[in-house]
């Protein structure tokens, strides 16, 4: 084949854009209200856990990398809550606080949903496979740097913005070896199987089980200082 067909077709602002993506259609979903991204993005030196929610999740395979997600605690109520009221929950049973338990089991779900709805798209639109760990949430009073445990030969970096209904704001970063995907070949991504389906399958099984059954739990004092040891702190 020719160079000049083969053409990039995905970088490291591509892979980002399609998280973002993945972030506001699982969160518009979830929550009944519109969840919007910047239009610009910053390039940042590195990598971390800020207060006063922070998830992250590593994933490995056609490529590695980090993904974060850093909400405050009225952003965090905001979504928890109205997640639970589209799931059908009375206010009055709803957690009061973002330091509650209930409230890091919802953000780590939405996390998971986000993550796979990513990793389906990764695997249709570029035709890699890459996996990902469970989602940890740590409620924090300080900032945390993290650093992924397989070093990057070409670190990016980056930071976008996101804006709830009301104006709240949360922030997700992605640090992510330096890759292209070039198409070799012409194929049709609707052939891969559809992750669409996956994610309403789990919103169907927290229906059926209820909060107590969310995939992702808080992380405890020892497993948050095991995981952070294995992130390289």
Known sequence: MSSENKAVVYGTEDLLESLCNSVTKVLNAATQSPVNYAGMVQR???IGLKPDIGCFVLFDGG???LVVLNFAGSTAMEIYER?????????SELASSHTSDEVSNILGELMNQIVGDFTGKVRRELQTNITQNQPKMLVLNKQIVLSVDTPLDRPEMRRV???T???????LELAIDRTEF???RDFDS???DDPDALLEQQRAA??????AAAPAAPASDADADELLKSLGM
Request: charged share 15%; aromatic share 16%; hydrophobic share 40%.
């Open 206 to 211: 927290h229906l059926a089980g209820g909060a």
């Open 63 to 65: 490529f590695t990398g």
């Open 161 to 163: 913005s996101f804006y």
């Open 165 to 171: 209904e009301t104006g709240n704001v949360f922030y």
């Open 44 to 46: 940042i030196t590195k």
């Open 83 to 91: 997640y639970m009221l589209n799931m059908g929950m009375p206010k």
């Open 182 to 184: 070039i198409r070799l």
């Open 190 to 192: 609707s052939e891969i």
